[in-house]
């Protein structure tokens, strides 16, 4: 079997695997180190060389939209100024209309009962005068016949 002799002491066997996992797991926390430490330096380094952007021309037009925004709202609440006094008037007007409707609806009515009543009188008339034609023609007729009847019994007549 090997065997190993440091600094007065021996290792053998399992004694020798258990100092080399040690050197091994020792080599690569080292390794592991550097590595970290080298991260972190350049890191650092990338930190230190590190300019924030200029954001200006945002801010800049951050501010433009703000003004934009403020005139917009100013336009707004004027033409819902304007709106409100707009549809106020048109209901005055609509009321106006409506008053005028009524008005004319009213008249209307009224000049029907009366051509209504007018000419019921006519007809009234008309019948008053039919009857009384109606009676003359009776009386013309019974009087034409009378008459007729009257030159046909005529001895002369024959």
């Known amino acids: 079997m090997a ?8 290792f053998k066997g399992g004694k020798m695997f258990i100092v080399l996992t040690a050197l091994s797991t020792l080599g690569g926390v080292a390794w592991g180190a550097f590595e970290f430490y080298n991260d972190y330096r350049n890191m ?6 590190y ?17 934009t925004m403020e005139s917009l709202t100013v336009l707004v609440e004027s033409l819902d100024t304007k709106l ?5 008037g048109l209901n005055q007007e609509m009321d106006k209309v409506e008053t005028i409707a009524r008005r ?10 009366e051509v209504r009543d007018d000419v019921y009188a006519m007809e009234q008339k008309v019948n008053e ?12 007729r019974k009087d034409l016949e009378n008459k007729i009847q009257t030159i046909l019994d005529n001895p002369l007549n024959n």
């Not at 650092?44 to 060389?49: D, H, L, S």
């Not at 409100?84 to 106020?88: H, P, R």
């Open 84 to 88: 409100d006094e707009t549809k106020d």
């Open 129 to 140: 005068r039919m009857r009384t034609l109606d009676q003359d023609v009776r009386e013309l």
């Open 3 to 10: 065997e190993f002799e440091f600094a007065g002491m021996t």
């Open 44 to 49: 650092k380094a990338q930190i230190e060389e």
């Open 104 to 113: 004319v609806d009213d008249k209307t009515a009224e000049t029907q009962r």
């Open 51 to 67: 300019v924030a952007p200029d954001l200006s021309h945002i801010e800049q037009q951050l501010a433009v939209q703000q003004e």
